[in-house]
C-alpha cells in the first residue's frame, strides 16, 4: 500500500506508484489497470487525484486510456524500457552520492559492486 507524503503532490506520488509497478513487473505490459473510482477508494483519495495522475501517466505513453475501455499499461517496449532505465538512473545517482565520501576509484567500487551482486545472486538462489 501507497503512503502518500506531503513533500510531493499526490497525484505525482500515485504516478510515481504505478512506474514503480510497471518497472518492477508487478504490471506488465497490455495489463489493464482498475478503474479510477477503485483506484480512489483504494488509496481513500479523491477520484480527480487519479484521473490527474492517470492524464500524466497517458501524456507520457506509459498508459493508455479509451473511451469505455479500462486504461491499460502501453505494450510500447521501448516505453517500459526507458521507465527502467530512468529508475536505474535515480539508483545510481543516490549510490554515486552516497560513494563520494569514500574517496575510491571508480573502477574499485565497480569491482566491489560486482561482487556484491553475485553473493546476493548466490543468497537469492
Partial sequence: MVVFDKQAPIYVQLADHYKGEIVASRLMAGDKLPSRRDIAKTFKINPN???RAFKSLEEEGI???EANVPSRVTENQMIIQ???RDALEQAMAVFYDTTQVLNMDPHEIATYMTEYFQKRGEQDD
Fill in 63 to 65: 498508459i493508455v486510456s
Fill in 49 to 51: 487525484t487519479v484521473q
Fill in 82 to 84: 526507458q521507465l527502467k
